[in-house]
């Protein structure tokens, strides 16, 4: 029986555009040595990472961002990915009681959850620690139950069990593990907004190599969620707020 952790971060959340929640899962060896190897590429000047604190005019910011790229995939970590362009099903959710849930947080933190649990061995295990996000903290707890009671066969165990072991929150300047996600889910916005930009291309590395689960959901896929959706989902959408 393996335990499988992922630690997953968002990226966009305010945004109508697409909004990203991605990081890397693996077990604890893999984990124990991306610790050392990503402090490694860190360099002795700088212990934690922080996309938005970056400065995209140094060329030092390309190399540091090459160095770390490449740490998760070299250590056994795989890519997690969920994501979803808010314009794409907004008009559906407009005035109703499902629309501040529907933003993109929630649909990209579902879409990552369900494809790594797919993904984990029938005899594993898995936990997630997710940025704490506050106002989304009571959504975010309703998707992970709402997983939990999915009747998909694929997300338990050959025993019956579901693979979904527990889940929890920490906050960014408290977990330093959370920083390849915020790199990631970065790096994957900046791919969808545009991929030839220099933040796109700098950012590619941790793109590289490796395994990767999940997706980010195309327009047909994010409108199916929602208007095929059993009740209550359906439902809420046509009660106005």
Same mark, same amino acid.
């Given at each position: 029986?393996l335990? #499988?952790r992922?630690?997953?971060?968002?990226?966009?959340?305010?945004?109508?555009?697409?909004?990203i929640?991605?990081?890397?899962?693996?077990?604890?060896?893999?984990?124990?040595?991306f610790?050392?190897?990503w402090?490694h590429? %860190?360099?002795?000047?700088r212990? *934690?990472?922080?996309?938005?604190?970056l *400065?995209?005019?140094?060329?030092?910011?390309?190399?540091l961002l090459?160095? +770390?790229?490449?740490?998760p995939?070299? =250590?056994? +970590?795989v *890519?997690v990915?969920?994501?979803?362009?808010?314009?794409?099903?907004?008009?559906?959710?407009s &005035?109703?009681e499902v629309?501040?849930?529907?933003?993109?947080?929630?649909?990209?933190?579902?879409?990552?959850?369900n494809?790594?649990? #797919?993904?984990?061995?029938d005899d594993d295990?898995?936990?997630i620690?997710?940025?704490?996000q506050?106002?989304y903290?009571?959504?975010?707890?309703d998707a992970?139950?709402?997983?939990?009671?999915?009747?998909?066969?694929? +997300?338990?165990?050959s025993d &019956?069990v579901?693979? %979904?072991?527990r889940?929890?929150?920490?906050?960014?300047?408290d977990?330093?593990?959370?920083?390849?996600?915020?790199?990631?889910a970065?790096?994957? %916005?900046q791919?969808?907004?545009?991929?030839?930009?220099?933040?796109?291309?700098w =950012?590619a590395p941790?793109?590289k190599g &490796?395994?990767? =689960?999940?997706?980010?959901l195309?327009?047909k896929q994010?409108?199916?969620v929602?208007t095929?959706?059993p009740e209550? %989902?359906?439902?809420?959408?046509?009660?106005p707020?």
């Amino acid at each position: 029986l393996l335990m #499988i952790r992922a630690y997953l971060d968002e990226s966009g959340h305010e945004q109508k555009q697409h909004v990203i929640v991605a990081g890397h899962a693996g077990t604890r060896d893999a984990w124990s040595k991306f610790v050392p190897a990503w402090q490694h590429a %860190l360099g002795r000047q700088r212990k *934690r990472l922080h996309m938005q604190e970056l *400065r995209w005019s140094k060329p030092y910011t390309k190399g540091l961002l090459s160095r +770390l790229g490449e740490v998760p995939a070299r =250590c056994g +970590l795989v *890519r997690v990915i969920g994501g979803v362009k808010v314009s794409d099903y907004e008009d559906l959710v407009s &005035g109703t009681e499902v629309e501040k849930m529907f933003k993109g947080y929630i649909p990209a933190l579902f879409t990552a959850v369900n494809h790594l649990l #797919i993904a984990a061995p029938d005899d594993d295990r898995v936990q997630i620690v997710i940025e704490h996000q506050h106002e989304y903290l009571s959504y975010a707890e309703d998707a992970f139950e709402a997983i939990r009671h999915l009747k998909d066969k694929r +997300l338990y165990r050959s025993d &019956g069990v579901h693979k %979904l072991a527990r889940w929890g929150f920490a906050y960014k300047e408290d977990e330093m593990l959370l920083d390849q996600a915020d790199y990631l889910a970065y790096a994957l %916005l900046q791919d969808c907004r545009d991929p030839e930009s220099t933040r796109a291309k700098w =950012c590619a590395p941790i793109l590289k190599g &490796g395994k990767t =689960c999940g997706e980010i959901l195309t327009r047909k896929q994010a409108r199916d969620v929602l208007t095929k959706a059993p009740e209550p %989902l359906a439902g809420l959408l046509n009660k106005p707020l």
